[in-house]
């Protein structure tokens, strides 16, 4: 736990390379915990190593295949990937779980305005504001 939250506190002042030893040893101490997961993932994408943090994105999501957190973040790495439709389809993914789920609607209207389709992007939002 310590080796998380120390870790987790390097990512979010964007010491990365001080982050990743440490979220690699607590993972290594307990392998399956899903926030360690989620963090070392976070810390690859955020270096641009996209591959090795999808690997830790979905072996979170082999836990916990409903985490919201591990979705939306796989999401956005696939997006800055340039992968739109897969990450479309992992916020819609999310919206199906938590419909009012902020990240992953803007996450969704990006990826579809990506992809050239801004009419689905629009039809996003009125759908949202129409249910409130």
């Known amino acids: 736990m310590a080796l998380h939250n120390l870790g987790t506190a390097y990512l979010k002042t964007g010491e990365i390379n001080s982050a990743l030893p440490l979220l690699k040893k607590a993972i290594k101490k307990a392998p399956d915990d ?13 270096l641009e190593e996209y591959e090795t943090a ?4 979905h072996k979170a999501l082999s836990l916990s295949p409903a985490s ?10 696939l ?3 340039g992968n739109y ?7 819609s993914r999310v919206l199906e779980l938590e419909p009012d789920n902020p990240t992953a609607r803007i996450g969704l209207s990006e990826s579809r305005i990506r ?13 949202w504001e129409g249910g409130k």
């Open 34 to 46: 899903l926030r360690s997961l989620i963090a070392l993932a976070n810390a690859y994408s955020e």
């Open 54 to 57: 999808l690997l830790y994105y």
């Open 68 to 77: 919201i957190r591990a979705l939306n973040n796989l999401g956005t790495c």
């Open 79 to 81: 997006f800055k990937m």
């Open 85 to 91: 439709q897969q990450a479309g389809e992992i916020f």
């Open 115 to 127: 992809e050239d389709r801004r009419e689905k992007a629009q039809n996003i939002w009125q759908a």
